[in-house]
């Protein structure tokens, strides 16, 4: 048995536990979203177990578990999604007088009204990880799900990634010749421990990319992209198991909240990275208001130079929910 999928059944931890720890079962695949009665921590214990430094060569056999998303609303792999997205495009020829729509349709037809629903969600949004749309997680995992995703890193996949924001990577200023020169977002006081992604992203709004870089899938490293769904039924590597569908595209930028705070507009998806802009100490001089952050965007302190505020960016969706809200028993009336 190389994938095995049990969604929204009832395990017990024991069962997942041997799964992942003994040798006599050969699941390279499992998903286990939305699954009753398993016990997170007696989980977090057995994948960091399998993954100890000495472990037997070849353990463990897991190499991808799907646990974070939601399980799949319909039953179909993911070479149907392909094959049905290459339907598709075939199909809107006809928009078009396209020589080929009686082909398309006459394959389209064959495929079943679930598959049909299911390519329907999928041509709307593809890929969720690489639609850079916000967050992606409703409930991003906890602490003790970051330090064991970090603990797995480079052994077991997760329908998850870490956050690979510049802030996880701290770099010690006092060891450089000239500490002034390191980036604010280097330095010591500014590391955060590892966290997992919740939010696809675009470029920056000023600069259009980040320190990190996007990641690009088939040249940057495997485990900088996470599980897609559904899992692969046909093939059980870890690479099927990520590879995007090609109307996706190939490229991801993800960031945790922690890393977004105070630089991500909720309801436009703009945000400003490290280099381009770094948060103002609002604890000068107070806290800044609504109307403050509206006025520095024609002048102002420098000091209050903020560009996003409430998780609304001030130069667009905070000043546009002020008009809408003003004189009325909105936001601001």
């Avoid at 490290?274 to 609002?282: A, I």
Wanted: net charge neutral.
């Amino acid at each position: 048995m190389q994938t095995l999928i049990l969604d929204g059944l009832s395990v017990t931890s024991d069962l997942i536990s041997d799964i992942i720890t003994q040798d006599h079962f050969n699941v390279r695949i499992l998903s286990i979203r939305e699954v009753q009665n398993l016990n997170p921590r007696k989980l977090q214990h057995a994948l960091i177990y399998a993954v100890r430094p000495s472990r037997p060569a070849g353990t463990p056999r897991l190499k991808a578990l799907y646990i974070f998303g939601p399980k799949d609303a319909a039953s179909i792999s993911r070479i149907d999604r392909q094959a049905n997205y290459d339907i598709a495009a075939i199909d809107t020829m006809q928009s078009n007088g396209g020589v080929m729509y009686s082909q398309g349709a006459e394959i389209g037809a064959q495929w079943n009204q679930k598959s049909g629903e299911a390519l329907a969600e999928m041509v709307r949004g593809g890929d969720k990880w690489y639609l850079a749309t916000g967050k992606v997680l409703a409930n991003p995992p906890s602490t003790d799900w970051d330090n064991t995703i970090y603990a797995c890193r480079g052994i077991i996949s997760f329908d998850v990634v870490l956050c690979h924001g510049p802030r996880h990577t701290a770099l010690v200023a006092q060891s450089s010749t000239n500490p002034t020169t390191v980036p604010w977002y280097k330095k010591p006081d500014s590391y955060i421990t590892p966290r997992a992604a919740t939010h696809s992203i675009g470029g920056c709004s000023s600069c259009g990319t980040a320190p990190e870089r996007f990641s690009k899938f088939g040249s940057s490293p495997l485990d900088q992209f996470p599980l897609l769904a559904p899992p692969p039924l046909y093939s059980s590597t870890t690479k099927a198991a990520k590879t995007p569908f090609h109307g996706s595209g190939n490229k991801l930028l993800l960031r945790c909240m922690d890393c977004l705070q105070n630089r991500f507009c909720g309801s436009c998806h703009k945000w400003w990275c490290e280099d381009c802009y770094e948060v103002p100490n609002q604890a000068f001089g107070g806290p800044v208001q609504p109307w403050e952050a509206v006025d520095i965007t024609k002048g102002g302190h420098p000091e209050r130079n903020v560009k996003v505020h409430i998780d609304l960016c001030v130069e667009d969706c905070l000043v546009a929910e002020m008009k809408s809200g003003a004189g009325s028993n909105g936001m601001w009336g």
